[in-house]
């Protein structure tokens, strides 16, 4: 089992924990101890690129402690040069080889994002503009099948391909990443966190 497996592995274990509400990382995963030893320096067996949503916590999420996960959190889990440069950093100086791009149900930016391209206003922030700018190429084709007459059949769709867009991007847009991709054992996948359920679905990516 490669490094990137094993840390798929427990990533899911650390998940399904979560989502019973057993988690079983000790206090001292996260206490003194374990703070004043990781003082010179990390070795995160993940990077999360996941959404800055405050109900998708990515240590809670994986039941993980302190120095466990490299943690990069945006609105809507899009990629810009400063996401893929965070990326690059913990793969190449931590030898992280698993990234997961985590999107959740209901995402807030990728429905502005839908409200935007069905009913256009503007409204915004340049700043806030450019996250729906991001989502957009991955969601608008949505909207020419017939999930455009079902609202939350709609969303769904395009959180997911949101994610895929995202890890996509981190695969191909990047010589650092393709490089360890194709020699160094890198993975990159994508998931999706459930609101209701707790569970994450690793859907993109994912080895057979």
Not at 55 to 79: K, S, T
Not at 129 to 135: K, L, N, P
């Amino acid at each position: 089992m490669s490094a990137a497996t094993e840390a798929l592995a427990r990533l899911r274990e650390g998940n399904e924990r979560f989502a019973r509400g057993s988690l079983e990382v000790a206090p001292e995963a996260s206490g003194a101890e374990r703070r004043h030893a990781l003082r010179e320096g990390q070795s995160p067996f993940a990077v999360i690129l996941g959404c800055s949503d405050s109900r998708v916590p990515a240590e809670l999420v994986f039941d993980q402690g302190l120095g466990d996960l490299f943690v990069i959190r945006v609105a809507g889990n899009v990629v810009a040069p400063s996401q893929v440069g965070s990326v690059e950093f913990a793969a190449e100086r931590f030898g992280t080889r698993l990234v997961v791009v985590l999107g959740h149900s209901r995402c807030g930016a990728v429905q502005a994002t839908l409200d935007e391209l069905t009913r256009p206003a503007g409204a915004g922030s340049p700043n806030l503009r450019a996250i729906v700018e991001r989502i957009r190429p991955a969601v608008e084709g949505l909207l020419e099948t017939d999930l455009a007459a079902d609202p939350e059949r709609l969303t769904q769709a395009a959180v997911r391909a949101n994610v895929r867009a995202s890890a996509d991007h981190l695969r191909h847009g990047s010589a650092i990443l393709e490089r360890l991709i194709a020699d160094e054992g890198l993975l990159v996948v994508g998931a999706e966190y459930s609101l209701d359920t707790g569970l994450v679905d690793f859907f993109d990516g994912v080895p057979d």
